[in-house]
């Protein structure tokens, strides 16, 4: 009791001791804990009471060493050794820092901060201790977050690779949230390409660039880092690609529909118990890129909305590094070939085939195909194999950006492969500064193609790749003959042109070594073929899985592919060509031309009078330039193309004109008018060619009302 005769008291009134010891312990937020001379818990606050991790009632009456054998604590013996010495010196202890959880295999860590204080008699009887417990677990985590942050923002984009800023980002986040870690990048993301939606929805291949786990530096993620997959259709890893919505899985049974201990990736998770998933899609610049992953199985709390929310922030910036280092790729990757060029057309549809992929990991990565826009409404089917080497996505990564590098240039299959041996030829940057690429030494074979739908004309050169399969409409099955040379970076660059006109709807068939191999070889899966083809299928993807089924009934060793691509055709009523004369009549011939058949495609008047002029000044350009006739195409199919060939292979340059210059402003009023335009070898000519994008039509007043 509080009196007269306290040191510190002044007049209080009588009974205000007692009224502030029952207001400690009925109202204070502080837990508090009586203790008696024996350290037996005698008496708690009712702030004590509202914690669920101190169940009161078993408690009471124990002693302080059995009290702290009920939690999983940090350093027991220190707290029994500071009460010891407190009884004993009566110097308070303050602000003591204790972590516990209950023993439960699912609680939480509550961190609290503890003083405890001696209590005696007026005549120095000592009675016990008291212990004073404020809980600052909120605030420990919302300091551990954010230090979480500030690292991951010091920590996470120091270069500009993919791979090393997955493996920066994985360090940072385990174990500090996380026990596993994995990052999964879509495949075309290594070659620089942002992913489209509707060639995801044909290709869901992934590869692993990022993995870290407490069990250890030597533990090997599934897949392993460098190693393609596919995530299987109903599991939430392709929910969560398919809604972007990221996904909380608190407790994970064992026995969830999705899991299969037949994959090998589900296999590790049965194996290792993990009980707790955080699955975030990786987003920058609106560009879907991947999936980072988050498993807890050695930490026993589970993850709840609090670090999902941290785990989206820390992915966002993440996604920004990779997507930085996606850009950097791509364009180091060019200028290693080029000093300059056109900007990449990104064409929402390819006009010239119908696509259809499988991809068969066998988490050995190094295959690969893409098909690339041309001008004319051409494509470009390239296909590759990186069979050796230790750094097979980078050199991956680093071939694929060339290509579509080159094939921007028009270059024709036999070229665009001396240009990639060149540069396979090439020696590497030091490792130090520069993740491995194509001039390590790493092998590579190359397959490509181009198809033009106008002409039905495939050209194709091989870099030590197997050859193409044709398909007739009718089912007949073909192979063509495709001379091959080295791979690229070994022996001499000696690649032969192959030219076929196909068929009108026919199916062209790549593929792999390694899938050759899974069906027993050429003569094998010409026959396996002709065998599938012989009943129609439903639909070109449905080939495409049922072929490489059949290829393929086992696991192959190393990842295969099989790329169908149905050609089409571009027919009279979509282009229209005409032959002049090299007079200076020719370029006005050539524009009225041009103008009459722009107005029966019922085309904007506007398009028409552009047109009309980059005609003009392509044919004037061919006149001055070249000696030969001059022809002039028109195609229309969701874009307009103007083509001008010649007979010169002297490429044009864009140039300012000077105010009193008489010539050189053709390509510059081209470049004014038209998305894209460009100079493609012809022959033993060139074709100059020009691209306007189409305004999608109006719509019909009458047809509204």
Not at 362 to 390: E, K, M, P, Y
Not at 399 to 414: F, K, M, V
Not at 580 to 602: I, Y
Request: aromatic share 4%; proline share 7%; with cysteine.
């Amino acid at each position: 009791m509080i009196g007269e005769d306290h040191p510190d008291s002044w007049f209080a009134p009588e009974g205000l001791g007692d009224a502030v010891l029952d207001a400690l312990f009925s109202q204070s937020p502080v837990g508090l804990h009586v203790y008696d001379r024996e350290l037996r818990l005698v008496r708690v606050g009712r702030a004590t009471r509202l914690m669920r991790a101190f169940p009161v009632e078993q408690l009471l009456g124990r002693t302080l060493p059995e009290i702290l054998r009920s939690f999983d604590i940090t350093d027991p013996a220190a707290v029994e050794r500071a009460a010891h010495r407190v009884l004993e010196t009566g110097e308070p202890e303050l602000d003591m820092r204790i972590r516990f959880r209950e023993r439960r295999a699912t609680s939480d860590e509550v961190v609290s901060l503890v003083s405890a204080f001696r209590l005696r008699r007026a005549d120095g009887t000592v009675l016990g201790l008291a212990a004073a417990l404020t809980d600052i677990t909120a605030r420990v985590r919302a300091e551990a977050e954010v230090r979480l942050q500030n690292e991951a923002a010091a920590r996470i984009g120091t270069t500009l690779d993919i791979f090393r800023t997955a493996a920066e980002f994985c360090e940072v986040v385990s174990p500090a949230l996380a026990d596993t870690v994995t990052v999964d990048v879509y495949d075309v993301v290594l070659g620089g390409r942002a992913p489209i939606a509707d060639a995801l929805d044909r290709d869901q291949s992934i590869r692993r660039v990022g993995y870290r786990s407490v069990a250890g530096p030597d533990q090997q993620g599934v897949p392993a880092v460098g190693e393609v997959d596919v995530y299987p259709p109903g599991t939430p890893y392709r929910t969560v690609l398919d809604t972007l919505a990221p996904k909380l899985i608190r407790r994970l049974r064992p026995d969830a529909p999705w899991l299969d201990p037949r994959r090998r990736r589900d296999a590790r998770i049965l194996d290792a118990r993990t009980h707790s998933m955080l699955l975030v899609p990786i987003r920058a610049r609106g560009v879907v890129l991947g999936l980072a992953c988050f498993y807890r199985w050695r930490e026993p709390s589970p993850f709840d909305h609090r670090h999902l929310r941290l785990a989206q922030q820390l992915t966002t910036h993440a996604g920004q590094c990779l997507d930085n280092a996606r850009l950097y790729g791509r364009e180091r990757s060019a200028a290693r070939i080029l000093s300059g060029g056109f900007a990449q057309a990104q064409a929402s549809v390819v006009t010239a085939v119908e696509l259809a992929r499988t991809h068969l990991p066998a988490g050995t990565g190094g295959g690969w195909s893409d098909a690339i826009s041309l001008s004319g409404c051409r494509v470009a089917l390239v296909a590759g194999d990186t069979t050796s080497g230790t750094s097979r996505p980078a050199a991956m990564s680093e071939l694929r950006a060339a290509i579509e590098a080159l094939a921007d240039l028009d270059l024709p299959p036999d070229d665009i492969l001396q240009r990639l041996h060149d540069l396979a030829s090439r020696p590497s940057t030091p490792p130090d500064t520069a993740a491995p690429g194509v001039g390590d030494g790493t092998a590579a074979t190359c397959l490509c193609l181009v198809y033009d739908p106008v002409s039905r004309l495939c050209t194709v050169a091989s870099a030590g790749h197997p050859s193409p399969v044709l398909v007739h409409p009718g089912g007949a099955v073909e192979p063509l003959d495709v001379a091959a040379g080295p791979p690229l970076g070994q022996g001499l660059a000696e690649y032969t042109l192959t030219e076929r006109v196909l068929p009108e709807g026919s199916t062209l068939l790549i593929c792999n070594a390694a899938l050759l191999t899974a069906a027993g070889g050429r003569e094998s899966l010409l026959s396996r073929l002709t065998d599938l083809f012989a009943e129609p299928q439903p639909s070109l993807q449905a080939a495409c899985d049922t072929c490489a089924d059949a290829l393929a009934p086992e696991q192959p060793l190393r990842d295969a592919y099989l790329l169908l691509a149905r050609t089409r055709t571009l027919d009279g009523s979509k282009t229209k060509a005409w032959t002049f004369p090299n007079t200076p009549e020719s370029a006005g011939q050539a524009r009225r031309k041009a103008v009459t058949q722009l107005a029966e495609w019922g085309l904007a008047q506007d398009t028409i009078d552009d047109t009309a002029l980059v005609v003009s000044e392509l044919v004037t350009n061919s006149v001055r330039y070249a000696k030969g006739p001059i022809q002039l195409r028109l195609i229309h199919d969701g874009t307009l193309a103007c083509e001008v060939t010649d007979d010169s292979s002297a490429s044009p340059h864009l140039r300012r004109a000077l105010d009193t210059d008489e010539n050189g402003r053709g390509l510059f009023i081209t470049a004014h008018l038209t998305q894209r335009w460009g100079v493609r070898p012809s022959g033993r000519g060139k074709t100059l060619w020009a691209e306007q994008t189409l305004a999608a039509p109006a719509p019909d007043p009458a047809a509204e009302t």
